[in-house]
Structures are given as structure tokens and as C-alpha cells.
């Protein structure tokens, strides 16, 4: 993958790869250099069907398919788990190219359709083992959780993506490396990817005879409920076949209530990411015997001495079907104030991607601590932390640090003067909060 590469997607062709339709002549590749991002320039589509997925269920439900706050962490989620591939390539082709070079056993031709095809299987057979190991392994499971931490499940909820998980699924696809070329994993690894966007919606009910072999957004759904039934089901990519032959397969039956079995409560990016690492810190080091600390780490996350592997399932809570998920209760104009910073913040973001080439070390770098900075505020300021004004007038005051030193460009030099007023005015506002929340305690 390589986001220099000039092959922009057409429309038709851009439709097309959210669904895995495309054919193996447009998408095949003799180089690893040639092949397009595609997840980056997935992002308008991304963007367009979640509008859709809002105006359908408003036409069909009379309600948005989730919540702000909820939406604005998953896409928090996404856009951290993105930050690295600003630096290097991702070790899933890392590795997979090391192997390929090294111990590769027979090179199939970059261009045939056979070898398009079986890689299409390959990947997401390493998918569903990738995936089945991501929930029954703790370790694993620590970066995982993150994508089933939302309690809503809509488009945005696919995007909520863990940083941690790409330092062990690679571990899935290396058996390909042996006779895949990489220009052609490349490809696949990010429709796979793709693919699993549309899955992530209550606006699709039954899809018939595709449900037989398809991951639909029914047999999705169960994969993502806290319903005793739904724990370690349905753990397909683009295929079904594989939870049907490994024995892991469940039909939607019952309402599913979604999230964690045991909710975060939280829109921290950080907490959302981590919580579950500093869970296993602190069990591992309170667990006695080198084997039960061992087993810690690699057995299921309910596990702990003297259980089965995965735990016992009467541990998980029950559901009623009355739980309420954990909402921000931020007035109007705070949420306001945070869809506006957070859509400031994916403007630098998309065009920190796109100028990247052009962009010296030090930039890239402050520009992701800013992007960083700037989502914790945010999550701060939903969860109503009480360092949440001290937090926002430092990010406010970074932001024109930025700008005077040349690190960031609000978009047109036309523009300069209005942003510098806009945060003045936000350094102000926040900083007033500030010295009061300081002199009185917590801010509410
Ligand atoms: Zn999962
Ligand atoms: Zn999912």
C-alpha cells in the first residue's frame, strides 16, 4: 500500500470496494508501490454512507441510528488507530514482505485471477482465526475490546478500531507469504478491511439466501451483543462459511443489546484503548504461580484459576433489555463546540495524510500530538472530567503555537486571521473555567 500512489478510485469503482465487488483485473497489481490506499480513499464513502444511514433511519425509524457522543469516540477510535501508518508501513506488510523475501516456497503470477481469488479466501480465512483468537485470548482481547466497546451499533461503530490489534494479526496472514506476492495480500487485506463498513448497521434486516455464505449485518450484530447467546459468535470477515464449519456460528434471535459484558462507561480515547492492558497489569501481578500469570495472559478474558479456558458463561451478566448505555450529559452548546473542534481536527487530519510526503518529521510529529491532544480534550469534555477546561485552554493555546510557528495552516492564508480570533476566543472562555474550576474543585 502505498499512499503515494496516484491511482485514484472512480466512484463506481469506490461504491464498488465498500462492497468487495471488484474485479481482479482492476485490482491486480505487479508491485507493492502500485497499490492504492484504498482505506484512505475510503474516507468520502465512509462519510456519505454514514449520512445515509442517518436520513434512512430517520425515513424509517423516526431516530438517529445512535448517539453523538458514542459516534464521536469510534471515530476518535479510527482516526488513532490511523496515526501510525503516518510513520512507516504497517507491520502486517512489514512482516509479510520479511517472509515473502525471505521464505517465500513458489511465487504465483501477480496477474491471474486464480491467484486473486484464493487470496481472497487466504485473507480472510487468516481473518477468522485472527479474529476467534482476538476473543479468546486475553492479550489479544486487550486490543480488540475496543471495537465492541460502543454500545450503539451503527456505521460509526466500524470505524472504532483498535491501535494495538495489527501487532498480532499479522501473525494470521504470514502463512500466505510463503506463496502469495505481496502487492496482491495488499490489496486484499484492505477490502477485507472494507468490507466489514457496511456490516455495521440496524437499517438492513434480512439479506435471504446471502445470509447462507455472507457476513450480513444480522449475523454482525450478534457478533457484537452481550447476550449470553451472542458471546464468541459469528467472527466472519466477508464469509459466514467459517463459523459454520468451525462451530462458531449463531443466528440473530432475541434482541441484541450491545457493548462490552462488563461497559467501560467512558469516552476517553485513551481509557478506550487501554483500559482492558491495565486490567491484565493488574490481575497478572495479583494472580499467584508462574502458570496461572501465564495463563492470565493467554487464556480467555473470563478466565482466572480453576475455570475452563474460556471462562464459565453463566459469569456473564444477564441482559433485560433495559440497560441504558453511558451517554455524555453535556448541554447542546457543548456538543456543538465538540462536533466543530472534531471537524476541524479530521480537516488537519485528511490533509496531514495528504500532504505527508511534504511534510517535515518534526511537523508530522507535533501534528499528531496535536490530533491526539485534540481528541482527549474532546473525550474529556464529554465525560465532564474535572480537568477537562485546564485540558481545552492548553489545546486552544498549542493550536496557535502551531499556527504561528508554521506547523499547522488553517487551510488558506485568508482564513489565519479568523482562526487566531476563533481560539482566542476559546482560550479565553476555557481559561475563565479554568481558574475557577481551580479556586473550586471539580467542574461540573
Ligand atoms: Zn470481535
Ligand atoms: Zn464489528
Redesign the pocket.
Given at each position: 500500500m502505498n499512499p503515494e500512489a496516484q491511482q485514484d478510485v472512480s466512484v463506481s469503482q469506490g461504491v464498488r470496494m465498500m462492497f468487495y465487488m471488484m474485479k481482479p483485473n482492476e485490482t491486480s497489481f505487479q508491485t507493492l508501490e502500485e497499490v492504492p490506499d484504498y482505506v484512505k480513499q475510503a474516507t468520502p464513502f465512509f462519510i456519505s454512507l454514514m449520512l445515509l444511514e442517518l436520513v434512512v433511519s430517520w425515513i424509517l425509524k423516526g431516530k438517529a441510528p445512535g448517539r453523538l457522543d458514542d459516534a464521536l469516540t469510534s471515530i476518535s477510535a479510527g482516526i488513532l488507530s490511523r496515526l501510525p501508518s503516518l510513520f512507516s508501513r504497517s507491520i502486517e506488510l512489514t512482516t509479510y514482505i520479511y517472509i515473502w523475501e525471505n521464505y517465500r516456497l513458489i511465487i504465483l503470477p501477480w496477474d491471474s485471477p486464480w491467484t486473486w481469488y484464493l487470496t481472497f479466501l487466504g485473507v480472510d480465512f487468516g481473518y477468522y482465526w485472527f479474529h476467534r483468537m482476538a476473543h479468546e485470548v486475553n492479550i489479544m482481547w486487550a486490543g480488540h475490546q475496543t471495537?465492541?466497546s460502543s454500545e450503539d451499533y451503527n456505521l460509526s461503530?466500524?470505524l472504532r478500531q483498535s491501535v494495538f490489534q495489527i501487532y498480532t494479526s499479522w501473525i494470521f496472514y504470514s502463512p500466505l507469504a510463503l506463496f502469495i506476492p505481496p502487492s496482491v495480500y495488499a490489496v486484499h487485506l484492505q477490502f477485507n478491511l472494507l468490507y466489514?463498513f457496511w456490516?455495521?448497521t440496524e437499517i438492513i434486516n434480512n439479506l435471504g439466501p446471502l445470509e447462507l455464505i455472507l457476513n450480513t449485518p444480522s449475523h454482525?450484530r450478534v457478533?457484537?451483543g452481550r447476550n449470553r447467546y451472542c458471546i464468541d459468535k459469528n467472527y466472519a470477515g466477508v464469509l459466514i462459511i467459517w463459523d459454520r464449519i468451525f462451530g462458531t456460528f449463531e443466528a440473530e434471535n432475541e434482541k441484541v443489546v450491545y457493548g462490552l459484558t462488563h461497559p467501560i462507561n467512558t469516552f476517553e480515547p485513551f481509557m478506550v484503548q487501554c483500559h482492558h492492558l491495565v486490567y491484565i497489569w493488574t490481575t497478572f501481578w495479583a494472580t499467584p504461580g508462574f502458570f496461572n500469570k501465564f495463563s492470565v495472559l493467554f487464556k480467555g478474558p473470563g478466565w482466572s484459576p480453576g475455570k475452563p479456558r474460556l471462562g464459565l458463561s453463566e459469569e456473564i451478566p444477564e441482559v433485560t433489555g433495559k440497560e441504558v448505555p453511558f451517554s455524555s450529559s453535556v448541554s447542546h452548546l457543548l456538543r456543538i463546540y465538540a462536533v466543530v473542534q472534531f471537524a476541524l481536527m479530521l480537516a488537519f487530519y485528511e490533509e496531514t495524510f495528504a500532504d505527508k510526503a511534504a511534510l517535515s518529521q518534526v511537523t508530522l510529529l507535533l501534528r499528531v500530538c496535536f490530533i491526539i491532544l485534540t481528541l482527549t480534550s474532546i473525550g474529556f469534555l464529554l465525560d465532564q472530567r474535572p480537568k477537562a477546561a485546564v485540558l481545552e485552554t492548553f489545546r486552544c493555546l498549542v493550536f496557535l503555537m502551531l499556527c504561528r510557528f508554521g506547523h499547522l495552516k488553517p487551510f488558506t492564508p485568508s482564513l489565519s486571521f479568523a482562526f487566531e480570533i476563533f481560539y482566542s476566543i476559546c482560550i479565553a472562555f476555557w481559561g475563565v473555567r479554568s481558574i475557577k474550576q481551580l479556586a473550586s474543585g471539580p467542574w461540573k
Amino acid at each position: 500500500m502505498n499512499p503515494e500512489a496516484q491511482q485514484d478510485v472512480s466512484v463506481s469503482q469506490g461504491v464498488r470496494m465498500m462492497f468487495y465487488m471488484m474485479k481482479p483485473n482492476e485490482t491486480s497489481f505487479q508491485t507493492l508501490e502500485e497499490v492504492p490506499d484504498y482505506v484512505k480513499q475510503a474516507t468520502p464513502f465512509f462519510i456519505s454512507l454514514m449520512l445515509l444511514e442517518l436520513v434512512v433511519s430517520w425515513i424509517l425509524k423516526g431516530k438517529a441510528p445512535g448517539r453523538l457522543d458514542d459516534a464521536l469516540t469510534s471515530i476518535s477510535a479510527g482516526i488513532l488507530s490511523r496515526l501510525p501508518s503516518l510513520f512507516s508501513r504497517s507491520i502486517e506488510l512489514t512482516t509479510y514482505i520479511y517472509i515473502w523475501e525471505n521464505y517465500r516456497l513458489i511465487i504465483l503470477p501477480w496477474d491471474s485471477p486464480w491467484t486473486w481469488y484464493l487470496t481472497f479466501l487466504g485473507v480472510d480465512f487468516g481473518y477468522y482465526w485472527f479474529h476467534r483468537m482476538a476473543h479468546e485470548v486475553n492479550i489479544m482481547w486487550a486490543g480488540h475490546q475496543t471495537h465492541h466497546s460502543s454500545e450503539d451499533y451503527n456505521l460509526s461503530t466500524a470505524l472504532r478500531q483498535s491501535v494495538f490489534q495489527i501487532y498480532t494479526s499479522w501473525i494470521f496472514y504470514s502463512p500466505l507469504a510463503l506463496f502469495i506476492p505481496p502487492s496482491v495480500y495488499a490489496v486484499h487485506l484492505q477490502f477485507n478491511l472494507l468490507y466489514q463498513f457496511w456490516i455495521h448497521t440496524e437499517i438492513i434486516n434480512n439479506l435471504g439466501p446471502l445470509e447462507l455464505i455472507l457476513n450480513t449485518p444480522s449475523h454482525h450484530r450478534v457478533h457484537h451483543g452481550r447476550n449470553r447467546y451472542c458471546i464468541d459468535k459469528n467472527y466472519a470477515g466477508v464469509l459466514i462459511i467459517w463459523d459454520r464449519i468451525f462451530g462458531t456460528f449463531e443466528a440473530e434471535n432475541e434482541k441484541v443489546v450491545y457493548g462490552l459484558t462488563h461497559p467501560i462507561n467512558t469516552f476517553e480515547p485513551f481509557m478506550v484503548q487501554c483500559h482492558h492492558l491495565v486490567y491484565i497489569w493488574t490481575t497478572f501481578w495479583a494472580t499467584p504461580g508462574f502458570f496461572n500469570k501465564f495463563s492470565v495472559l493467554f487464556k480467555g478474558p473470563g478466565w482466572s484459576p480453576g475455570k475452563p479456558r474460556l471462562g464459565l458463561s453463566e459469569e456473564i451478566p444477564e441482559v433485560t433489555g433495559k440497560e441504558v448505555p453511558f451517554s455524555s450529559s453535556v448541554s447542546h452548546l457543548l456538543r456543538i463546540y465538540a462536533v466543530v473542534q472534531f471537524a476541524l481536527m479530521l480537516a488537519f487530519y485528511e490533509e496531514t495524510f495528504a500532504d505527508k510526503a511534504a511534510l517535515s518529521q518534526v511537523t508530522l510529529l507535533l501534528r499528531v500530538c496535536f490530533i491526539i491532544l485534540t481528541l482527549t480534550s474532546i473525550g474529556f469534555l464529554l465525560d465532564q472530567r474535572p480537568k477537562a477546561a485546564v485540558l481545552e485552554t492548553f489545546r486552544c493555546l498549542v493550536f496557535l503555537m502551531l499556527c504561528r510557528f508554521g506547523h499547522l495552516k488553517p487551510f488558506t492564508p485568508s482564513l489565519s486571521f479568523a482562526f487566531e480570533i476563533f481560539y482566542s476566543i476559546c482560550i479565553a472562555f476555557w481559561g475563565v473555567r479554568s481558574i475557577k474550576q481551580l479556586a473550586s474543585g471539580p467542574w461540573k
